[in-house]
C-alpha cells in the first residue's frame, strides 16, 4: 500500500539489528545503507528487494509514537516473529491473536522497538 516511510530513530545501529532480528521471519532485509554525517541510513525491504523501509538519524529529541505493520505470509510466521522478539527480550505489547474487531482473519503480534513504536507483524487470513 505505500511507497516507502522513513522512521527517524536515536541508534540506526541498534535499531537496524532490531528490525533484521526481529522481522527476519518475514524476510525483511538490508537492501541498501549510505553514510549521512556520523551515522548512516538504511534501507530495508522484503521479498521483492525493493528499499522501502527506511532508519534514518533522528534529527530531535522528541520523538512520537508511530504505528508500522509488516505484512507476513501465515501465521506461522508472525509466530515467527513474536518469538524472535521474545529471545530478544523485545517488549511484546501484544501477543500473537486473531483480531476480530479488525477484520476475520486478522491475526497479528504487536512489538514495542527502540524508540518506542508500535510495530507489528501482520497476516489477513
Given at each position: 500500500?505505500?511507497?516507502?516511510?522513513?522512521?527517524?530513530?536515536?541508534?540506526?545501529?541498534?535499531?537496524?539489528?532490531?528490525?533484521?532480528?526481529?522481522?527476519?521471519?518475514?524476510?525483511?532485509?538490508?537492501?541498501?545503507?549510505?553514510?549521512?554525517?556520523?551515522?548512516?541510513?538504511?534501507?530495508?525491504?522484503?521479498?521483492?528487494?525493493?528499499?522501502s523501509f527506511w532508519l534514518s538519524p533522528a534529527t530531535g529529541t522528541?520523538?512520537?509514537?508511530?504505528?508500522?505493520?509488516?505484512?507476513?505470509?501465515?501465521?506461522?510466521?508472525?509466530?515467527?516473529?513474536?518469538?524472535?522478539?521474545?529471545?530478544?527480550?523485545?517488549?511484546?505489547?501484544?501477543?500473537?491473536?486473531?483480531?476480530?474487531?479488525?477484520?476475520?482473519?486478522?491475526?497479528?503480534?504487536?512489538?514495542?522497538?527502540?524508540?518506542?513504536?508500535?510495530?507489528?507483524?501482520?497476516?489477513?487470513?
Amino acid at each position: 500500500m505505500f511507497d516507502h516511510i522513513g522512521v527517524p530513530v536515536t541508534d540506526v545501529k541498534a535499531s537496524l539489528d532490531f528490525y533484521l532480528h526481529t522481522f527476519a521471519p518475514i524476510g525483511i532485509h538490508e537492501a541498501v545503507r549510505f553514510p549521512h554525517g556520523d551515522s548512516l541510513v538504511v534501507g530495508l525491504s522484503g521479498a521483492d528487494g525493493t528499499p522501502s523501509f527506511w532508519l534514518s538519524p533522528a534529527t530531535g529529541t522528541e520523538t512520537r509514537e508511530l504505528h508500522l505493520a509488516f505484512r507476513a505470509a501465515d501465521r506461522q510466521a508472525v509466530d515467527a516473529v513474536h518469538q524472535a522478539a521474545v529471545r530478544a527480550g523485545v517488549e511484546v505489547l501484544h501477543a500473537p491473536r486473531e483480531w476480530p474487531e479488525y477484520h476475520p482473519g486478522y491475526y497479528g503480534v504487536f512489538l514495542r522497538d527502540l524508540d518506542g513504536h508500535n510495530v507489528e507483524a501482520v497476516h489477513h487470513g
